[in-house]
């Protein structure tokens, strides 16, 4: 018994003290009745506490499921406000497409670069989850970006805060639209320029997607307006704030105009003609 | 072997001393008579403190169903103070001490010490044996009460037996 190691003989020890106390407190209960209440009360407290930990402990492991089926909730609900607007946009047109003109898919940001002047990302859906170039890539704040290049299952976005990156954006309140670029100095901040002096723009009025072009359907928004600048007399450029913080950003929505190829196609054939 | 027998029979009258005085000796709810706490304290020094609480556990035991109260109540109480024995002993005696006495005696340890230490195993001891006696049906008041005076009386009882039992086999 003098050889065991002193650990050993300590877990011993605890071990029978508590098994012995235990015992004991079994006993008591067992035997009278106002203690019977009194410890049975204390343990069911001890026990619905264990419980309470238990069950936080199991929520936070089970977050990243829940966060998928969050996000594919908010995948669904997207869709079923693109036709809704699609609906309200066309009140006496007899046909509506059933899902709306652009469908999304969600996305996880594994790598990405913020402190260049041609920044990138990459998501993980590919071709496989039928992901093509020139899709758009956005969330609800705003624009993140388009896909450029494909593989299997991962796809390369150019980024939103890349210089040579423009996107067709519009005045929510005047429907003016502009070019919205990055300036290459701060993330948080693009210009929109080329908008015409008489749109009636104020600071802090929302900026919003054109629906211009086949790759971000109308009204995401974007930013809002913090600052007015006159260009030569006859455009204005705007400073806007985004709303999407490119620095927190780690899931995206691809989004997919399903007319985009028949589109795509009919440019081609106007382009040729000409 | 001769010495076993001894401390056989010294531990039996104790617990024959015990049971006499939970049966016989009713002085009033705020002190309980008890030499319990002292078959606890007079373990051989030596002995594994898991053994310690076995054997602290069955005399408990013992006097909970000979002297017909809740069974496990005086059980826990030296279970609780058979484990801490060790390092109370440690805390207020030297190594030296803990090397010889392999019975605690007052002989052995001085007299001050010896009380201080007696005391503070008696609270530990009442503390366990009172808070699951009363488990909140007494007020704080009368719950402290019950502890000092219990202390204060069984400190003069362990006293008077540590010094008549030791000093006769002397």
Same mark, same amino acid.
């Given at each position: 018994m003098t050889g065991r190691p002193a650990l050993v003989r300590i877990a011993i020890n605890i071990v029978v003290f508590i098994a012995l106390e235990v015992l004991c407190l079994v006993m008591i209960a067992n035997n009278s009745v106002v203690q019977r209440y009194k410890i049975l009360g204390a343990i069911r407290e001890a026990q619905s506490a264990l419980w309470h930990r238990t069950s936080e402990i199991s929520s936070y492991f089970s977050l990243k499921k829940d966060n998928r089926l969050l996000v594919q909730e908010n995948v669904d609900l997207q869709r079923q406000l693109n036709m809704y607007k699609a609906m309200s946009a066309k %009140?006496? =047109?007899?046909? @509506?497409h059933p899902a709306g003109l652009y469908s999304y898919m969600a996305a996880d940001i594994v790598k990405s670069t913020r402190g260049k002047q041609h920044n990138y990302m990459l998501i993980d859906k590919g071709t496989r989850a039928g992901v093509s170039e020139g899709m758009g890539v956005v969330t609800a704040n705003g624009i993140v970006g388009i896909i450029d290049a494909v593989s299997d299952n991962y796809s390369y976005v150019i980024s939103f805060?890349? =210089?040579?990156q423009s996107v067709s954006a519009r !005045? =929510?309140?005047?429907?003016h639209f502009g070019l919205l670029r990055w300036e /290459? @100095? #701060? %993330?948080?901040k693009a210009t929109l320029t080329e908008?015409? !002096? #008489?749109? /009636?723009a104020a600071v802090g009025d929302t900026v919003a997607t054109? /629906?211009?072009?086949?790759i971000f359907p109308a009204d995401i928004p974007i930013g809002v307006i913090s600052k007015i600048k006159p260009v030569s007399g006859l455009y204005l450029s705007l400073e806007i704030d985004l709303f $999407?913080?490119? #620095?927190? !950003?780690r899931h995206v929505y691809i989004v997919a105009n399903k007319d985009r190829k028949e589109i795509d196609e009919l440019e081609l054939e106007e382009g040729e003609g000409r | 072997m001769k010495d076993n027998w001894g401390r056989f029979m010294f531990f039996a009258t104790l617990l024959i001393i015990q049971i006499v005085l939970s049966k016989y000796?009713? @002085? /009033? %709810?705020y002190i309980y008579l008890c030499c319990l706490p002292l078959i606890v304290i007079y373990l %051989?020094?030596? $002995?594994e403190t898991f053994l310690s609480m076995l054997i602290a556990f069955g005399c408990g035991l013992a006097v909970d169903v000979l002297c017909d109260g809740i069974v496990g109540l005086n059980a826990a109480a030296s279970v609780a103070l058979a484990a801490v024995r060790k390092p109370l002993f440690a805390a207020f005696f030297t190594r030296d001490n803990l090397e010889r006495a392999v019975i605690p005696t007052i002989h052995e340890t001085g007299v001050m010490r010896h009380i201080n230490y007696i005391f503070i195993s008696l609270l530990i001891y009442f503390i366990v044996y009172i808070c699951l006696d009363s488990v909140g049906m007494e007020s704080l008041q009368t719950t402290l009460l019950r502890l000092v005076l219990s202390c204060a009386a069984n400190l003069v009882l362990v006293l008077a037996i540590d010094y008549f039992m030791f000093n006769s086999r002397r």
């Open positions: %009140p006496d =047109t007899a046909f @509506v805060l890349n =210089t040579e !005045l =929510t309140k005047s429907d /290459g @100095v #701060n %993330p948080h908008i015409s !002096l #008489n749109c /009636g054109s /629906g211009h072009s086949s $999407q913080d490119f #620095n927190s !950003l | 000796a009713n @002085v /009033g %709810p %051989p020094l030596y $002995q």
